[in-house]
């Protein structure tokens, strides 16, 4: 009876022909990111024109109608219903407050917490732009033992914290001047764009990480899988 192959996994698994989504993909491509900056706009607009109340189930409405238009055209739901989650907590809080601010209060107090956590991950020696990535690639946590690997993820993990951190400081600061107005510009300027750079940065720490433990596995390792140092021959004994 022939021996069947071995089941293959992870890198080994064959290949279903479909290409990994990018980054930009995941996060719905270039229609998602308009879609979810659209509420906002609404938000704004009619607020402006009217008052919160109405402004508040515009922009309600309109994440809803943009849910439903990604279900129907079959497009990723993930951003859709992301949208939705965050649609629906500003709403609460709005109508907590009866604040037109309101409605950015969940956004901004979000970004404190995101640059909290990645500056406690960094004094800890844990980056967590690092261990998100090695956690959802399921790469493993190799990098932490070699401290120039664990330097790269450190300096994508602060552009982190400063991304977080801007959003923070300046969206706050003009929710104490309740300029609704220029919170929405803020939201939206100070989103995907700055997202987008963190992201690169990270792609590039990867990268870096990534070539890094190649190069000490290559070191460890010889061509051709011979010892470095092959073992001398016996010497013979002296004829008596």
Same mark, same amino acid.
């Given at each position: ?27 719905? *491509? ?23 109340? %109405? ?18 055209? /079959? ?16 709403? @609460? ?8 601010? *309101? ?64 959003? @923070? ?53 010889? %061509? ?6 092959? %073992? /001398?021959?016996?010497?013979?004994? %002296?004829?008596?």
């Amino acid at each position: 009876m022939s021996e069947q192959p071995a089941p293959t996994s992870g890198d080994e698994a064959e290949d279903d022909g479909k290409p990994t989504p990018t980054l930009l993909e995941q996060m719905g *491509g270039i229609s998602g990111l308009i879609y979810s900056s659209v509420p906002i706009v609404v938000f704004v607009l009619v607020n402006y024109i009217f008052d919160w109340q %109405p402004a508040l189930w515009a922009a309600v409405g309109v994440a809803v109608a943009i849910a439903v238009l990604r279900l129907v055209r /079959r497009e990723p739901l993930q951003p859709a219903i992301s949208g939705l989650f965050g649609i629906a907590v500003a709403a @609460f809080i709005t109508i907590r407050t009866g604040s037109a601010k *309101g409605f950015f209060a969940f956004g901004i107090w979000s970004s404190l917490v995101y640059c909290g956590a990645f500056l406690i991950s960094a004094l800890v020696r844990w980056p967590l732009a690092g261990v998100i990535w090695s956690t959802l690639n399921n790469t493993g946590f190799k990098w932490r033992s070699d401290k120039t690997a664990r330097l790269y993820y450190d300096i994508a993990t602060l552009v982190w914290i400063l991304v977080f951190g801007s959003k @923070f400081v300046v969206q706050q600061w003009l929710y104490d001047q309740n300029n609704v107005g220029l919170l929405g510009l803020a939201r939206i300027a100070m989103g995907y764009p700055l997202t987008a750079i963190a992201i690169a940065v990270t792609v590039w720490a990867v990268r870096k990480a990534d070539k890094r433990l190649a190069e000490l596995n290559a070191g460890e390792q010889p %061509p051709g899988g011979q010892p470095e140092h092959p %073992p /001398r021959p016996a010497q013979e004994e %002296p004829a008596t």
